[in-house]
């Protein structure tokens, strides 16, 4: 009897709080549900009498914090100027860019990142009720998905951060890294498809570079201040290519190379110019 009693108190409480946030956000209020770049504020110009008398808390709304919006603005910047995620997420830890204030921790992690980047609500499509929490009979809690039509959806054109096109490079983006390294259907949990190195590489050569005897490619190495490319097979014992190529040199003769080929060709010159 008390387990039902507990049970039917809590669907009721989970009730009642549901439908007092799906008022305020259907009235333009917070409910708590802004993302990194916003912030909440009292709508009240009494409110810290409300919060000091009992009865129903002040009003909040949602506006823009030019601080942090400041930083999405980067985020997308630097992801469409080709930058990684792992890459981005380790800038705005070495930078110091201070966190969401309900953050624990104050390194970025670049699961944060992506969902910075495909949160619609930069562009002013703000959805909320998305998920619900399940509970067990054990008291064990689960977040799922609505049934489709109960999420409630609103155009918040004055809260956009991100113009329309900047939004469109982005979502192409993330669906071309989630071709290449996404999960497939049939596929064992076993690691990306493809090599990150290969998509992001650290060298001007990277990935250009390729073993004449086992076809892998060559890595960049560093003895002191001595960058060379080397075979990866040949340190384990695969391979016996053991040559291995000066960066600078390489780099260097494949630059003038490219412009010899460039200065010999007037009509590319031309139209250049």
């Known amino acids: 009897m008390l387990q039902l009693h507990h049970g039917q108190t809590i669907r009721d409480l989970q009730h009642r709080v549901h439908r007092g946030q799906l008022g305020r956000v259907l009235a333009g209020g917070s409910a708590g549900d802004f993302p990194y770049g916003y912030e909440s504020f009292y709508l009240d110009a009494d409110w810290a009498e409300q919060l000091a008398r009992r009865g129903p808390k002040p009003k909040k ?29 380790r800038q705005l830890t070495q930078s110091k860019v201070s966190k969401d204030h309900r953050a ?17 609500k930069y562009v002013g499509k703000w959805a909320w009720g998305v998920t619900t929490i399940r509970r067990d009979s054990s008291g064990r809690t689960k977040q799922v998905p609505v049934p489709q039509g109960q999420e409630v959806v609103r155009e918040r054109p004055e809260l956009r951060l991100i113009e329309q096109g900047v939004w469109d490079k982005v979502v192409v983006q993330l669906a071309e890294l989630n071709d ?14 493809a090599n990150p190195a290969d998509v992001y590489p650290r060298s001007p050569l990277g990935g250009l570079l390729v073993c004449g005897k086992c076809g892998a490619n060559l890595w960049q190495c560093q003895s002191n201040t001595r960058r060379y490319y080397a075979c990866p097979s ?37 139209n250049v110019y």
């Open 234 to 270: 040949a340190k384990k014992g695969s391979c016996d290519m053991t040559t291995q190529v000066p960066a600078a040199k390489a780099e260097e003769s494949l630059t003038e190379f490219f412009l010899d080929m460039l200065r010999a060709w007037p009509d590319w010159m031309q």
């Open 104 to 120: 624990s921790t104050t390194g970025w992690h670049p699961q944060q990142i992506r969902r910075m980047l495909s949160n619609d």
């Open 180 to 193: 290449k390294f996404g999960f497939k259907d049939g596929q064992k949990p076993r690691g990306p498809r």
């Open 61 to 89: 709304g949602v506006r823009i914090c030019d601080e942090e919006a400041k930083w999405v603005r980067q985020v997308f910047a630097w992801f469409i100027a080709g930058r990684s995620i792992g890459w981005i997420a």
